[in-house]
């Protein structure tokens, strides 16, 4: 039987993987946070100071530490610069230069690049996903409480068992 070493496939680099998982996951622990967290409750210093550093790490790895491992590992791993020359499936992508039917000439450092600007995409989408959840905190707990029906003197009509 032979072992197979998933981590040694193209494309698979720990550091990047391991970046990439770990800001995904720092990120969605605000939701357990923001479902705990009462609205109107005033932060005290320490836990603005705490917050503060927390967002600023995350984004400091979601738009500088990730895309910087992706490219480190397309250009050294992957071999991914000018001088490769992006000819696609069945030579689809061939340049007319090099005796194809394209007329321009594609590298994989577009490629690398195109990557890179889904990788920000996909943050800046986490980071607004998380701004709504965090603005929408409250807001499922009072429409609850108002789907109980009142008498005109505003008592609710049903008993609480």
């Known amino acids: 039987m032979h072992a ?27 939701v357990p946070y923001a479902k705990r967290r009462p609205v109107g409750t005033p932060f005290t210093w320490g836990e603005a100071m705490l917050a503060s ?9 979601a738009f500088g530490v990730v895309p910087h491992q992706w490219i480190d590992h397309a250009d050294k791993d992957l071999g991914w610069n000018r001088t490769k ?9 061939k340049p ?32 607004i996903y998380l701004w709504i959840v965090w603005q929408n905190r409250g807001k ?3 429409a609850k409480s108002a789907e109980i029906a009142t008498s005109s003197y505003g008592r609710p009509l049903v008993k609480k068992t």
């Not at 193209?10 to 995904?24: K, R």
């Not at 550093?53 to 790895?61: N, Q, S, Y």
């Not at 090099?98 to 989408?125: K, S």
Request: no cysteine; charged share 10%; net charge negative.
């Open 4 to 30: 197979i070493d998933v981590l040694s496939w193209p494309g698979m680099n720990q550091a990047f993987l391991f970046s990439f998982i770990l800001t995904t996951v720092l990120s969605l622990a605000v």
């Open 53 to 61: 550093v927390w967002v600023f790490g995350l984004m400091f790895l």
């Open 85 to 93: 020359i992006l000819y696609g499936p069945f030579d689809i992508l």
């Open 96 to 127: 007319q230069a090099f005796g194809g039917n394209f007329p321009m000439t594609l590298q994989y450092e577009a490629i690398r690049d195109l990557v890179v600007v889904v990788i920000h995409l996909w943050f800046f989408g986490l980071l």
């Open 140 to 142: 499922k707990a009072a």
